[in-house]
């Protein structure tokens, strides 16, 4: 195992070549190849996700109470050891395995510390980070790319680890865009380099990812389509831990629900949150992170 770089916070140490680490350490994470069949011995089930287009995701997760089994369709089978700091994956997986070990693995690693998993992409501005949160089809990966190409450092463009001990902060995850091909098609990236295409997306490591030292969370921006000129509205905190717990992941035990309810309240009340109305337009992209960049 040698020491090839950072990602939530984590120091990763692993044989296999990574793409998508940051600069830096943090606490150990030993990320190995291997070769699993299935649960390990003494495993339940706890979650399962079958794909549908909003979320086409199709996985299994298992527990003995300490460490995970995860299975994804299109990887294979996952070992996660959050209090040993280890995560086993398949052996041949290539990109994917990678930009699967960054979604769920991960986040079960960082939950386990006791920061707070949500489903959002999150980036840097001059005045701090800004959690960009929407169901999967709302176009955040697509926005998080406009405002790369304005200056901002994407810190997480699909899974973001927020940390509420004390000031509200985000911990940058993995340095990657995964962009639709229509809108790789019409976006210049600079600063990105094009890993690779299937079928959907187009595959960027960014380049100058700085390290994994938490950022100070500004604001939480929503957003939604409409068919008027875009908008900054801002949210009720009544209205804002619905839609956050909508965007949460937890366990499905009385213990993890019931933190994670308390992390998004406790988020929607450390900062202010907005919806971000506007026009599903490429064209008017660079105008709709200007708005953000100037009112949040």
Known sequence: MTAQGACYGFGVRSELQLAYLREGGGDP??????DLEGPAPGDRPLLEWRATPELPLDAELHSNGQGFRLRIADAGWFSVEPAAGRVEVPADGGLRTEERLWGIPALL?????GDLPLHAAAVETERGAVLVAAPRT???TTMAAAFHRAGCRVLAEDTSCVRLDGAAAIVPGPAMLRVRLDVAERLDLPRARLLGEDAERAHYALDAPGDCEPVPLRAVVFLDESEEAAALEPVEQPEAIRDL???????PTEEDVGRSFAGVTDLATAVPVFRLRRPLDLDRLDDHV?????DV
Do not use: D, I, N
């Open 245 to 251: 717990w909508a965007l949460s992941f937890r366990l």
């Open 138 to 140: 709302y176009g955040k």
């Open 29 to 34: 994470l030993e990320v190995a190849a291997a």
């Open 109 to 113: 690693c960082f939950r386990a510390r």
């Open 290 to 294: 200007s708005l953000v960049l100037t």
